[in-house]
């Protein structure tokens, strides 16, 4: 007689082959299941899923507006509890790949009151005004995850000893192969063929510098889409972790004992006018900008950034801002390359890993075509 699953089941308590005699069953042509995605309270993402006929699904302004119960997911008061699900971007399903010619969907949304008012968490509608109105500048967002993967016991990082710490210090697990230094490796594989096939422009992983750790990275992407692609790929993050058993978190520092790195949004930033020559000057007065600033992006850059940005493990000092070229002790990186070359793009190393891409992009977005700002002298090589 087969055992009772326990709490924490792992796929391997699980039969595959029921699981597949079921995901097998051929699905009506005329029928597409549709996954609504939206991002709650406190920016994780929620979803549910509902049958649409598939002449509905091909462009987003198609899709029927839905609801969802905003009481449980600390959206909406309990006399009032109805919020409207406004479909912005549809991506292909993974999860349930078909074979008939028809994809089923993921529809990325955002969340508004039943009279129209987009709700006080509705970030998406903040950056849509940011962005609205200045087409022209053609801005480019390339954003690097990093995340790190704990058993479920929630406590124990990926390759580390219950209760312990590892053997060898940070070092030889960036960018790492070998089983002793390479940890959730088939999770970031396997996120990456996901967001491949539902058409999220990831661009890269690789093992980042605390074990346990990983990243990616989605773009470039054009302005608001930046916040839709990155939003939806946390999304299929948390999925293929839940498919893995393995728990998922976006904590800037979650893990404050021993010397370990952090993990960060970087998050990659270019306008037409700098990729155009001369395009060098215009990232320095955008960084200019960004400066000036300081207080108000470090305000939206994520919950408990300051465990992180503490001037040590490739950070700057949360309460300083600084530039330099090659300088990941700054809080804003212009790479080699760019130097170089005289046009490219900047880093901007502040944002944390939980931080909200919607809010992230706009806000520099804004701050960059904004009054001009003084001049603030690169950082020093040696001062890093």
Same mark, same amino acid.
């Given at each position: ?32 299941? $549709? ?46 509890? *109805? ?45 849509? $005004? ?55 490796? !088939? ?38 889409? $930046? ?14 972790? *839940? ?7 976006? !904590? ?24 155009? %020559? ?13 400066? $000036?600033?300081?207080? %108000? ?8 950034? *300051? ?78």
């Amino acid at each position: 007689m087969a055992d009772i699953l326990k709490k924490a089941t792992g796929q391997a308590a699980l039969d595959p082959s029921v699981v597949a005699q079921y995901a097998s069953l051929a699905l009506p042509t005329d029928k597409v299941l $549709a996954e609504y995605v939206w991002a709650d309270a406190v920016g994780n993402t929620r979803s549910k899923t509902r049958t649409l006929p598939t002449d509905r699904t091909k462009a987003v302004e198609d899709l029927p507006k839905w609801n969802f119960d905003g009481s449980s997911t600390d959206q909406a008061p309990g006399d009032d509890s *109805e919020v409207i699900l406004r479909p912005v971007r549809i991506f292909r399903d993974p999860f349930r790949p078909r074979s008939d010619g028809v994809d089923n969907i993921l529809v990325m949304c955002d969340t508004y009151t039943p009279a129209g008012e987009p709700l006080p968490t509705n970030s998406r509608a903040v950056a849509e $005004a940011q962005f609205s109105g200045k087409e022209d500048e053609e801005p480019w967002f390339g954003l690097e995850l990093e995340f790190t993967l704990f058993n479920l016991d929630e406590k124990t990082p990926l390759g580390w000893p219950k209760g312990g710490m590892p053997s060898r210090p940070q070092g030889p697990y960036y960018c790492s192969v070998g089983p002793e230094n390479n940890f959730g490796r !088939h999770i970031t594989e396997s996120l990456y063929r996901a967001c491949l096939y539902a058409g999220i422009n990831i661009s890269g992983t690789n093992g980042e510098v605390m074990p346990g750790q990983q990243e990616y990275q989605v773009g470039p992407c054009v302005g608001i889409d $930046a916040g839709d692609q990155l939003m939806m790929s946390r999304y299929i993050l948390q999925r293929v972790c *839940e498919d893995f058993q393995v728990y998922c978190t976006l !904590h800037p520092k979650p893990i404050t004992e021993g010397e370990w790195n952090g993990a960060g949004m970087h998050t990659n930033v270019s306008t037409k006018k700098m990729r155009e %020559e001369g395009g060098l000057e215009e990232i320095k007065q955008a960084i200019y900008k960004l400066g $000036a600033k300081h207080d %108000e992006h470090i305000a939206i850059y994520g919950e408990g950034n *300051e465990l992180r940005l503490t001037g040590a493990y490739e950070t700057a000092d949360i309460d300083t801002f600084c530039y330099g070229v090659a300088n990941r002790g700054a809080s804003v990186r212009i790479g080699r390359d760019t130097e170089a070359e005289g046009k490219g793009y900047f880093e901007d190393r502040r944002p944390s890993s939980n931080a909200d891409p919607y809010l992230v992009c706009g806000k520099i977005f804004d701050t960059i075509t904004g009054p001009e700002a003084p001049v603030i002298e690169a950082m020093d090589k040696a001062e890093a």
